[in-house]
Nanobody
């Protein structure tokens, strides 16, 4: 059974940091591109960041560039999202996803076929 489980969300103040983790099981993790998406109340699910199979290539949404860093540990079947200098507009449910898109499609949610259940991140002002 393929499963992605996110953790690390919480309530923080603006300017704080959080690190999200996503543990994968039931798949050959190192063969998948891993992505992070987020969905705020009443809004569509938006791309945040993605990382290639061995971490050589990464892509970020403009809104998080310079503040967020995606990384992965294939030995632990885990992908991370380090979030620094958080802003209230970063408040959302954060989802990790696994897929096999080409680089130009990293930001497309339809490129991913396995999703986690999400973890809530709330940033107060």
């Amino acid at each position: 059974q393929v499963q992605l489980v996110e953790s690390g969300g919480g309530l923080v103040q603006a300017g704080d940091s959080l690190r999200l983790s996503c543990a994968a099981s039931g798949l050959t993790f190192s063969r998948y591109v891993m992505g992070w998406f987020r969905q705020a109340p009443g809004k569509e699910r938006d791309f945040v960041a993605a990382i290639s199979w061995i971490g050589y290539n990464t892509k970020y949404a403009d809104s998080v560039k310079g503040r967020f860093t995606i990384s992965r540990d294939n030995a632990k079947n885990t992908v991370y999202l380090q979030m620094n200098r958080l802003k209230p507009e970063d408040t959302a449910v954060y989802f990790c996803a696994a897929g096999t898109p080409k680089y130009s499609d990293y930001a497309l949610s339809r490129s991913y076929d396995t999703w986690g259940q999400g973890t809530q991140v709330t940033v107060s002002s």
